[in-house]
């Protein structure tokens, strides 16, 4: 017997994005069919307008596409304007964001941070401490949990919006320009990161980055250009695939 394939944490399908008509008409995205597999992380080039911000909004359930078809997890989530579930609440058990900024809560310690992303994904306050403690030590910034974060380094604040953003254990991982404020050695900790995480967790990564220093990182390289993705030189087929995910 035939096993069944795994399904991918995320496929799109034909992703197309429109602004204004007529005169004023702009593709911003055009037919975008990519697929993500389980424990990938891919990275998406591009020069500035080619689509990428785009193409990571109508992944992440931002901005929807004007047609075409998202699927995370083998669910269909959204095809063109239309939602077909609570984004929300969608987005906060499958997906996890990061961005060029923290974007921490600046009256919150780090420990906090994370475990207000915990308690919003229903779980009790006393076990969501506990988890985010531990996140926080397994992203080698434990000692530093009870710290606001202008007490911490940017390469700290960055791993604190890493364990915030895989707290609640999301299929999908979405960051734009996640080391852009950080030196080459802390930017370089932060895409392995990502790909440390994919790995054990079963879940996929997809970074929008403008830094070819790191590119070994990641299985699969997109690049973006008037809208349009095509797969990179670097690609699987030149890298050893990804560990097949944990059984759960």
């Known amino acids: 017997m035939t096993a069944t394939p795994p399904t991918p944490a995320l496929e799109t399908r034909q992703l197309t994005k429109v602004y204004g008509e007529g005169n004023t008409r702009v593709v911003a995205m055009q037919d975008v069919t990519v697929r993500v597999e389980r424990g990938e992380v ?83 306050s006393r076990e969501a401490r506990k988890r985010a403690l531990q996140l926080l030590d397994d992203l080698g910034v434990g000692e530093r949990s009870e710290h606001y974060p ?6 700290q604040q960055q791993r604190v919006a890493v364990a915030r953003a895989i707290a609640n254990q999301p299929e999908l991982i979405l960051a734009d320009e996640p080391t852009a404020a950080l030196d080459s050695n802390r930017g370089r900790q932060v895409m392995e990161l990502f790909r440390e995480i994919a790995r054990q967790r079963g879940s996929a990564a997809i970074v929008v ?29 030149t890298r050893a695939k990804p560990d097949p995910p944990p059984a759960t």
């Open 42 to 124: 891919v990275a998406l080039l591009g020069p500035s307008g080619s689509g990428k911000s785009t193409f990571l909004t109508a992944v992440g359930l931002i901005n929807p596409p004007t047609s075409g078809s998202v699927w995370i997890g083998g669910e269909l989530v959204q095809e063109g304007p239309r939602a077909l579930t609570d984004l929300r609440a969608f987005r906060r058990r499958h997906m996890g964001f990061v961005f060029q900024k923290s974007n921490l809560i600046p009256f919150l310690k780090a420990r906090e941070n994370v475990q207000i992303a915990l308690e919003l994904g229903s779980l009790g």
């Open 209 to 237: 980055t403008h830094d070819h220093r790191a590119l070994d990182v990641f299985d699969r390289i997109y690049e973006m250009e008037d809208g349009v993705i095509r797969e990179g030189q670097d690609d699987l087929h």
């Open 150 to 155: 202008t007490e911490l380094s940017g390469g």
